[in-house]
């Protein structure tokens, strides 16, 4: 059986190409290709569903483009709190976690509640320190922020526009 | 919202969704991202799902595990006609997910399976999509929104990538 196959999102709204310049479109592009090809390469060598998406997830993470990680959206208070999830298909094993703060990869965070404690689903600080204790990498609330994500919020704020015009028109 | 499903050559089913949530939450607000169901689903004998959009709407339709078992109850007419010749698994379950054409729903059912859950996301006040990966190799999207930021790839179809609804 060497059949394989992955399939990738980095969010959905109001996308069209009046509202996302050449370059803009070609940045998402590439960043989407890089995810699919990490993903791939793991799953053509053998390895695991899980390893794929971790990694492949990390990437979108890592990429500002996207709303997770670095470049998260602000909440009313100015801070970057991170939500994520994953879930194993074979053994319907799953790990989550909310409003998380400083684990540069809330993604491994999900996969340690699932593989390295008796829960489901941590939030807050204790998520946060759980991911401490799993010596999972942090990153400083600088990390996180981005000026394009303090400037929707701002935006948001001073014009009375809704979350959702702010994350389904602007992006 | 960012995320991933994928199949493996054993058979096995992962979905992952990150996210950083809606600009300018309160209250500590939380979507459908980290709740298992909701933006995250996996199972081995029907599909894997990962959301983004609208949280709220999708918790209260449980959009991943509700297109799960959809697909789930979809293929059980063939699941018992076929499950005498289906091998077991270690738990002595019937490996429906191994890859093969002889049990596999059709393309057209599992797409349309998810777009109506969307379709009725969409009626509820509900924007935004899934991704998904079945056993059978099945891989795609649905969506409510003009686009969404998506790839695709399998041993036997090349890498791509789309924006726009109409890609």
Same mark, same amino acid.
């Given at each position: 059986q060497d059949n394989w196959s992955i399939v990738i999102h980095g969010g959905a709204g109001v996308l069209e190409r009046d509202k996302i310049s050449p370059e803009k479109d070609a940045e998402i592009r590439a960043a989407l290709n890089f995810a699919l090809k990490t993903g791939s390469d793991i799953l053509r060598a053998g390895g695991t569903s899980m390893d794929a998406i971790a990694a492949t997830i990390m990437t979108l993470e890592n +990429?500002? +483009?996207? +709303?997770?990680? /670095?470049g998260a959206v602000f909440t009313w208070d100015g801070k970057n709190e991170m939500d994520a999830s994953i879930m194993d298909g074979e053994t319907l094993a799953a790990g989550a976690v909310a409003g998380?703060?400083?684990? /540069?990869?809330?993604i491994l965070l999900a996969r340690k509640v699932m593989?390295?404690?008796?829960?489901v689903f941590l939030s807050g600080d204790g998520a946060n320190k759980f991911s401490l204790e799993m010596g999972l990498e942090q990153a400083p609330p600088e990390y996180f922020a981005t000026d394009f994500r303090r400037q929707q919020l701002e935006k948001m704020k001073s014009q009375k526009i809704s979350s959702y015009d702010v994350d389904l028109k602007f992006g | 919202t960012v995320g991933a499903v994928a199949v493996d050559k054993n058979g096995n089913i992962a979905a992952g969704t990150s996210t950083g949530g809606?600009?300018?939450?309160?209250?500590g607000r939380i979507g459908d991202s980290p709740i298992i169901g909701a933006g995250t689903y996996a199972r081995n004998d029907s599909c894997g799902i990962s959301a983004t959009g609208s949280g709220e709407y999708f918790i209260r339709l449980g959009v991943a595990h509700e297109i799960c078992s959809r697909i789930r109850f979809a293929f059980s007419s063939t699941r018992d006609t076929a499950q005498a010749n289906v091998p077991k698994d270690k738990h002595g379950m019937?490996? *429906? *997910?191994?890859?093969?054409?002889?049990w596999a729903l059709d393309d057209d059912v599992v797409q349309a399976i998810a777009d109506n859950v969307i379709a009725e996301l969409g009626v509820l006040g509900g924007t935004g999509g899934i991704i998904y990966a079945t056993p059978w190799g099945q891989i795609g999207y649905s969506f409510n929104t003009p686009g969404m930021y998506r790839g695709k790839a399998s041993n036997n179809a090349p890498a791509t990538v789309s924006i726009y609804g109409d890609e």
């Open positions: +990429n500002e +483009n996207f +709303n997770a990680g /670095k998380v703060t400083a684990t /540069k990869n809330p593989t390295d404690s008796s829960h | 809606m600009t300018g939450k309160k209250w019937p490996q *429906y *997910y191994i890859h093969s054409n002889e």
